[in-house]
């Protein structure tokens, strides 16, 4: 087994408003006044989401690194969809997302056979894909070249 590493987060919430902290870095996460937040900052889901594509585009930095992989750019687009009546208070319907969509677009020299490679190492490392991914929630994830405009 390699080096185990821990991540902390120290938050303080405030209504529906959390300021969190790690390390010297700061965000705020908030709700939309039709969910009873001020709109503040960026809601819970959407920053998950938004930790997904950065977690994947790190990933994708590094192992293109390994690859050799021309990789000149990375456009991210997600979305999640999940039932609201769960977090409601509705037991019978899952509270969680049941299904991530990302789609990427790749600023790239390479061949698809050599983006699927990488997004197919990408899904294999990626600790934020694995975790929604193994805990049995659909993932789709489309990797493709950026139409190049002259």
Sequence with gaps: MGQLKSFKVEGKGTGMRLDA?????????DEPESFGGKDSAIDPLSTFLSSLISCENVMAQ???QEMKFDLQGISFDVEGSLDLAGLMGDLTVKPYFQQVTVKATLETTESQERIDELQNAVDQRCPVFRTIKDAGIPVENQWVKAEVTV
């Design 62 to 64: 590094l192992i293109a």
């Design 21 to 29: 902290i790690a390390g010297k870095h700061t965000i705020a996460i």
